[in-house]
């Protein structure tokens, strides 16, 4: 048994995305959300008085702005995708299939 079999890395949060001009993937770290206890306590449903440990505060990450590219240094503004887009209520879509 090798050294590395007995060691763990910690991984952490990243992003990752495709350079529109050289086509390069990438990752990169997500940024710690400016967020406040209080504001974590009503995320996660917490009384006022339950405790906030850094742990805790680590988990509320949100993503860079600008991201650079490592090969050809073009940077660009970041986005995320909409992870619940939003429905048009006028949309008569029923749930069925065909309707797609
Ligand atoms: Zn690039």
């Not at 306590?41 to 009384?47: K, P, Q, S, T, V």
């Not at 440990?53 to 503004?77: H, L, N, W, Y």
């Amino acid at each position: 048994m090798n050294e590395a079999d007995d060691m763990q890395i910690e991984l952490h949060h990243a992003w990752s995305w495709t350079c529109p001009v050289c086509k390069t993937h990438s990752y990169v770290e997500s940024v710690r959300a400016q967020v406040t206890d209080d504001e974590i306590r009503a995320e996660l449903g917490y009384d006022q008085d339950d405790e906030i440990t850094e742990a805790m505060r680590e988990d509320f990450i949100c993503a860079p702005d600008i991201v650079t590219c490592t090969k050809c240094d073009g940077s660009f503004m970041a986005k995320i995708r909409d992870v619940f887009p939003h429905v048009d209520e006028d949309d008569d879509y029923d749930g069925d299939e065909d309707d797609l």
